[in-house]
């Protein structure tokens, strides 16, 4: 299957500095990423969705200016946790859909740990 | 809004029986249910998916039945052997602009007792 690299997979910083988090598409182009986020023994709760050359597109209950996604390519997603605190302390992971699919699977970056202290 | 339940959020059965979990959507426009597999520290991994065209998949021991009206949908796996021990998740596609967002279920963990 096609593969979605994420980096990196740990990370810890200090709260109230911005950490980056990258979301490639190997082997394949995506016009859209999705990037959830996971609590311990918990769900993946969607994000928000990175749209290729437009604004991504955030649920309900997401600060857009605390969770910064830029989509510059059809492989590269980025989401930047901004101003963090420890309770954005989770597992953020990425998914991507093959270009020009709509019910297809969606594959997904083996994630990131961030610890903020 | 759009929701997804899951249940049960825990199974344990003993090797060689069969597991099922269900779950219901909200949204009665969501065309496409997957399932993933997501094992302890890992990524998701489907295992099994269906469209709404169709009421049953079927892939070795692994089937899942849709039921469009009630807006159910269940994962079978039978004959079950201790590396299926992870969590499940179901999900359901719901229209989110150019292309369909996933909502997931809250997880099932199967514990598959050798």
């Known amino acids: 299957g096609a593969v979605v690299s994420q980096h990196p997979s740990r990370v810890i910083c200090k709260s109230g500095t911005s950490v980056k988090i990258e979301c490639r598409s190997l082997d394949f182009q995506a016009t859209t990423m999705f990037w959830y986020r996971q609590f311990p023994k918990q769900s993946l709760m969607l994000m928000a969705t990175s749209n290729e050359g437009s604004k991504a597109t955030y649920e309900q209950g997401v600060e857009k200016d605390k969770f910064l996604i830029n989509h510059a390519s059809l492989t590269l997603s980025t989401l930047t946790v901004t101003s963090a605190h420890p309770e954005d302390s989770s597992f953020y992971i990425c998914?991507?859909?093959?270009?020009?699919?709509?019910?297809?699977?969606?594959?997904f970056g083996q994630g990131t740990r961030l610890t903020v202290v | 809004g759009e929701n997804v339940e899951q249940h049960p959020s825990t199974l344990s059965v003993q090797e060689g029986d069969s597991a099922v979990i269900k779950c219901t959507y909200s949204?009665?426009?969501?065309?496409?249910f997957p399932w993933y597999k997501q094992e302890l520290g890992k990524r998701p991994q489907l295992i099994i998916d269906i469209r709404s065209n169709v009421g049953e998949k079927k892939d070795q021991r692994i089937a899942v039945t849709l039921n469009k009206t009630a807006k159910h949908f269940s994962l079978h796996i039978t004959e079950t052997q201790p590396e299926d021990s992870a969590v499940y998740f179901c999900a359901a596609s719901i229209k989110g602009g150019a292309t369909n967002k996933l909502i997931f279920g809250t997880g099932t963990l199967l514990a598959v007792q050798p």
């Open positions: 998914s991507a859909r093959v270009l020009g699919q709509v019910n297809t699977e969606a594959f």
């Open positions: 949204d009665s426009a969501s065309n496409y």
